[in-house]
């Protein structure tokens, strides 16, 4: 049985859906990283192209290396690196000569400076007409914001995302404690240029995608919260009442908290029974129905709390459990290693890093039944690829030792970590 100390032997090659799609990316951060580590677990060949102080999100957490921080190496692995200064001309002519050899293109950078580089849309078409060219923008370039900066942050606040815990009784607006709207616009730069590219392979076309950040968040907090203000004139107000409520929560238990979902008639008729209090599911017309529940959750949720402090949490999970009825532990992340299924299954991996010594990293969740997606490349050290990866796009020894000398490449040396 795999387990969570398990190392693994990655594959020699890609053997996801992927494989045999190349895709340059030129993003840094989280957005544009997440969603090309999706594609390259998929087996694309990511080629990472970075300036030469590096990915920023490189310094980020704790770390062994100068620029090898946990975030970048979990976002950034199965793909290849290289350091080119594309404010020079012979570093954007070298992103042009791997954008000729590539099915797609992926940045986040303002359109105004990709303009500027003489790396737009229409300038790698011009090399590449077959090209998917993603552009991952903080707004719509349609609208008054396109040329605002965006953060996960900003993103968080304007979309209306950082309010909701104020829908749900909290004193002021908070942040979730996570790269989220980042992820999200990932989510969506990945599947976007999936479809883009399933659209060329029937037609031959490439084209120009733009993903923005704000949009996407909104379209999320605005599927679950317009509310009665999808109606016109509104019908109610905003929000989704069974998520607002703030009985909607971790129960504390006794002894500790547990999640527990009552949802549907037969689940609240179970719950009642295996406490002993029928006589509420037949007397008490708030929770008879799901259409009058609906009105109520507010009630349910805190009636839930109250019974369930009376028990310990492996109490309730064993009564809930022979019950039918839907409860978890809240675990902690450094549990979730340890987690029986997730053991089980051997999710969490721990692999020998070149540089960075053993390291634990997640595998891809979705399962091919033909096409396995895998981690099969370590995540690169800045420039570990520079040389190979010019070569590739046809440059001769000479030339690419020459773009090292003038600084506009960098190829990573070992033991240069620090």
């Not at 037609?203 to 009665?228: A, C, K, R, Y």
């Not at 507010?298 to 310990?312: I, N, P, S, V």
């Not at 991996?349 to 390291?359: L, Q, Y």
Request: hydrophobic share 40%.
């Amino acid at each position: 049985m795999p387990s969570s100390n398990t190392t693994p032997t990655p594959p020699a090659a890609p053997t996801g859906p992927l494989a045999g799609f190349r895709i340059v990316d030129m993003t840094t951060v989280l957005a544009g990283p997440y969603a090309t580590q999706i594609a390259a677990d998929y087996g694309a060949d990511v080629i990472k192209v970075e300036p030469p102080e590096g990915d920023v999100m490189r310094l980020a957490g704790a770390k062994r290396h100068h620029q090898m921080g946990p975030l970048f190496m979990h976002a950034n692995r199965n793909k290849r690196s290289a350091v080119l200064n594309v404010k020079q001309p012979e570093g954007r002519d070298a992103v042009l000569r791997l954008a000729a050899g590539a099915d797609a293109f992926i940045h986040n950078i303002r359109p105004a400076a990709m303009a500027r580089l003489g790396l737009a849309y229409e300038d790698l078409a011009r090399v590449n007409p077959r090209i998917v060219y993603v552009s991952l923008v903080g707004y719509s370039q349609q609208g008054p914001y396109a040329a605002r900066p965006a953060y996960d942050d900003l993103i968080q606040g304007i979309s209306g995302m950082a309010s909701m815990f104020t829908l749900c009784g909290a004193d002021e607006p908070r942040f979730v404690p996570a790269v989220i709207a980042d992820r999200i616009s990932g989510l969506n730069a990945v599947h976007a240029m999936l479809a883009a590219l399933l659209n060329r392979e029937r037609t031959g076309q490439g084209q120009s995608v733009e993903v923005p950040m704000f949009e996407s968040v909104v379209q999320i907090v605005l599927g679950d919260h317009l509310g009665g203000l999808s109606f016109e004139p509104p019908a109610g107000p905003p929000g989704y009442n069974r998520l607002t409520t703030p009985n909607r929560r971790p129960y504390r238990t006794r002894d500790g908290f547990i999640c527990v979902l009552v949802y549907t008639d037969r689940q609240w008729q179970n719950f009642f029974a295996a406490i002993g209090r029928s006589d509420i599911w037949e007397t008490d017309p708030r929770f008879a129905t799901q259409a009058t529940r609906t009105k109520y959750y507010d009630e349910a949720y805190g009636m839930l709390a109250q019974f369930l402090a009376e028990r310990t949490s492996e109490e309730w999970l064993a009564l809930l459990s022979a019950h039918d009825l839907p409860a978890v532990p809240v675990s902690r992340i450094e549990e979730l290693e340890h987690d029986p299924h997730l053991a089980a299954i051997g999710f969490v991996e721990t692999v020998e890093h070149p540089t960075e010594g053993k390291i634990k990293q997640v595998r891809p969740p979705p399962a091919f039944s033909r096409t396995p997606a895998g981690i099969f490349r370590h995540a690169p050290n800045p420039g570990e690829h520079t040389r190979e990866l010019l070569a590739e796009a046809g440059l001769a020894p000479d030339q690419v030792e020459a773009l090292l000398a003038r600084g506009v490449a960098h190829q990573f040396t070992p033991g240069s970590e620090d």
